[in-house]
């Protein structure tokens, strides 16, 4: 019998990654699009996953991802292919860098503090965040031999290194905001990699720090980035209407090139009848053949999605912990205000015991998100921290959140508006030995010719790993 001259791709899942898969898959097969079919399938009515904008009244609110990093190449890269450059926007200057809540009021975090690591001497020690005994300890950190750990926990790693009033005080609640993660478990390894290679390379993350900084002064480069705090928020931007415009502009590529099944859930990938492929079973109980697929879903769908194919690469899959988060967003006028916001946002170590754990101050990151008198605020709760506040009912999270406000930064009266919006098991968790896993799972699926993982649970939880995985699996599944 004649091989198909067709190669059929199937893609699971119509999130940043799944589309992002599609719209390389197109870029791939440009010389001879007859010669690739690609099915992108969705089991939701609407494409795009956890990314969304909605317009609210005045207000222009990001629903979940609102910015992403320019120094990864994921996202930056596509808007520019897809002809997007033009309405990236950099975050506001003027308000750059974190507040952190220490006994109930909100203190600005040191500048130069880089998630773990100071980098620059004179913000730490006049911080109010922590005691002498804490700042001689976190200098004491250009002495503390290097540790000979292939991973190990953020908080033992910033333990060991600059103490327990740094990990409590500023390195949990800034971590804690981007991965809603017990530091605890989380992997240093798999999370932080660039800090343990400071580590090996120059015993000490002080010393690394300096060493960079005189790297950069003999260049005569701008420092790198030791004037904004926190996650490093000069290296991020948006898009100019939010990250719905992302989405249109991929779907109307996909569009044209894919056939795009939503309300369409698959219930298995199984080994198809012919000797090469994969049979699909579709919502309906009717399998599809295809000659190779992209699962791009969350780990524990994708666990259950491959367990008849591969019970150990499922087992693995379904061992990535995920945290279940919510985001409470909120209108306000400035005059019902009484802190200035004079910055990016708040987040909340574990140890101040409030019920929130981070509010974004979306506004001030992108002034057109709300109309000038007034600010949109994305208040974080729940993760692996405060798994109990995801259960509560919407009116009770709203409630719970303008207390919150009410106390931490003075706010009065109604909100505008309020909308809560509920990520169930979105946020995979990296825990030690998370490499391990991966690797495991990269050899596993590696045996399976045509068959990608593409997602944010493997090698990067944020947007622009998310895109350049769904690419990654691309080219796996061209290449059969
Ligand atoms: C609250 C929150 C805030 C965030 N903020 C940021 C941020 O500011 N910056 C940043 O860089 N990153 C952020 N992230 C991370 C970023 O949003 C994600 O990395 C990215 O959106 C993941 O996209 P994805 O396509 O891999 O997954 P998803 O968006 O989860 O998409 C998976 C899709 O697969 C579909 N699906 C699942 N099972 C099946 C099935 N059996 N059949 C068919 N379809 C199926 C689902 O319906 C879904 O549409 C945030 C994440 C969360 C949760």
């Known amino acids: 019998m004649e091989p198909d001259p067709i190669r059929r791709i199937a893609i699971i899942g119509g999130g940043l990654s799944g589309l992002s898969a599609a719209h390389r898959l197109i ?80 203190v600005r975090v040191p500048d130069g503090f880089q998630l773990i690591s100071p980098s620059a001497a004179w913000p730490m020690l006049t911080t109010p965040l922590l005691t002498p005994w804490g700042k001689l300890r976190m200098f004491l950190e250009w002495f503390v031999p290097p540790g000979n750990f292939a991973d190990e926990s953020l908080a033992d790693f910033v333990r060991r290194r600059f103490g327990r009033e740094a990990l409590d005080k500023l390195v949990q609640p800034l971590v804690g905001g981007i991965y809603t993660s017990d530091p605890e478990k989380l992997s240093v390894a798999a ?81 198809a009848s012919r000797p090469i492929g994969y049979k699909l079973v579709l919502s309906d109980g009717m399998p599809e053949e295809f000659d190779a697929v992209i699962v791009a879903t969350t780990a524990h769908q994708a666990a259950r999605l491959l367990q008849d194919l591969d019970s150990d690469l499922a087992t693995d899959l379904a061992g990535i912990e995920y945290a279940s988060s919510a985001i409470v967003v909120t209108g306000h006028k400035l005059a019902n205000v009484r802190h200035p916001l004079d910055s ?117 939880v944020g947007v622009p790993d998310a895109i350049s995985s769904g690419e990654a699996a691309a080219a796996v599944a061209m290449q059969g």
């Not at 100019?240 to 939503?262: F, H, K, N, P, S």
């Not at 990296?430 to 010719?449: F, K, N, P």
């Open 344 to 460: 990016f946002g708040l987040v909340v170590p574990h140890c101040e015991r409030r019920r929130i754990l981070a509010t974004s101050f979306s506004s001030r990151k992108f002034p057109v998100r709300a109309p000038a008198d007034s600010v949109l605020m994305r208040t974080f709760v729940g993760g692996a921290m405060q798994p109990e506040m995801f259960d509560l009912d919407d009116e009770t999270l709203c409630r719970v959140v303008m207390q919150e406000l009410g106390e931490i930064f003075g706010v009065q009266g109604d909100a505008e508006f309020s909308l809560v919006v509920r990520y169930p098991r979105a946020m995979p968790q990296y825990h030690v030995g998370h490499l391990d896993r991966v690797g495991r799972i990269e050899s596993r699926t590696a045996t399976h010719a045509g068959l990608a993982l593409a997602g944010n649970a493997l090698r990067g």
């Open 191 to 271: 999370t932080m990699p660039r800090f343990l290679e400071m580590e090996r390379q120059f015993g000490s993350l002080l010393r690394a720090s300096l060493k960079q900084r005189s790297v950069d002064r003999q260049n005569s480069a701008e420092p790198s980035d030791t004037t904004s705090s926190g996650a490093r928020y000069g290296l991020f931007a948006g898009l100019a209407e939010g990250m719905e415009e992302l989405l249109v502009a991929l779907r109307t590529t996909v569009v044209a090139g894919c056939q795009i099944r939503t309300s369409t859930r698959i219930q298995a990938v199984q080994r």
């Open 27 to 106: 870029e791939l097969s440009r010389g001879d699009p007859a010669s690739t079919a690609i099915t992108l399938f969705e089991a939701s009515p609407r494409l795009g996953g956890i990314v969304g904008t909605q317009q609210v009244g005045d207000y222009l609110v990001d629903t979940g991802a609102d910015s992403f990093l320019t120094n990864k190449p994921g996202a930056v890269g596509l808007c520019r292919r897809l002809g997007l450059e033009h309405r990236l926007v950099a975050t506001d200057a003027r308000y750059r860098g974190a507040h952190v809540l220490f006994e109930g009021r909100p």
